[in-house]
């Protein structure tokens, strides 16, 4: 049995539809994430989960126990916003504290071993004494973070907690997040519209558009078999192109790079070149005027000459061509 189940969930605010019978799962210890667009209903399922929304029809149940009807102060769980929302008069350890100080069945000991055991685990315990306006973008958000572990919550729901961020300190404070996740065992579900952190941080992608379901898949599955062309457009680059019968898709890596001595299935004419380290990523247009990207390793891209308005020889492999029907 799941420990976090969603079923056919539907919310309407006035006219709008923000979910038509959405139904999500989390298996303990997972860490699931909501990916989609901004406005696809991601946000609304999540405040949903914490009770903070209440759903029109369909229900939640937590490991095993049906919660739709519950608020939010009796689910359980913690909550980390965008925001950080940590009270700026209240040092590091006293945001932490001020949330343990309400669990009346805690003595003051344990009160006080709790905030020093996340502080460590969140590597802040240096800082303990420092104000939020003291400290950087990412170590406000380990705070909240801490805050929202240090009650010992039985799943944890993240709403877009690295939006705000740089793109350094959103990459280190993936990892920082999946580390303590996974060192807790906690069921974790975060909204996100950044594909890159649905596909570094996940055990499953929940991908969501105008207010359903469009796949459930590990980030492998998401990536490599998309089941329609949103799903296969929203994550990652890929090429489209129409054949009679129906529209092919490929990832840019899975284009294989030929010359005209050797077998291969299309001609384009090179747009532009970017060259990317390792990578080199090559722009282009094929005859019937159709746009295709293609990533090469640099090496590759210099033994064959690639340049600007020259003509590029391309190979499709079929194992790596989807197909969709029109």
Sequence with gaps: MPYLEVKNVTKRFENQIALKSVSVEAEKGELVCILGPSGCGKTTLLRIIAGLESADSGSVVINGKDCTYLPPTKRNFGIVFQSYALFPNMTVKENILFGLRQKKELGKSEIENRAAEVLRLVGLYEHKNKYPLQLSG?????TALARAIALSPVYLLLDE??????????????GDICHIQRSLGITTIM?????????????????????????VGTPREIYDKPLNPFVANFIGTINFYKVSGGIFAIRPEKIELTTRKEHYDHIAEIKRVEFKGAL???????????????????????????KKNGMMFLKFPAEHTIKYSV
């Design 191 to 215: 909204v996100t519209h950044d594909q890159e952190e649905a596909l570094t941080m996940s055990d499953r992608i929940i991908v969501m558009n105008n207010a359903v379901v469009e796949q």
């Design 161 to 174: 907690p690295l939006s705000a961020l740089d793109a350094k300190v959103r990459a280190k404070l993936r």
């Design 138 to 142: 990412g170590q406000q958000q380990r």
């Design 280 to 306: 080199t990523r090559i722009y282009g247009q094929l005859p019937q005027q159709t746009e295709i990207c293609v990533d090469v390793p640099s090496r590759r891209a210099d033994e064959i000459g690639i």
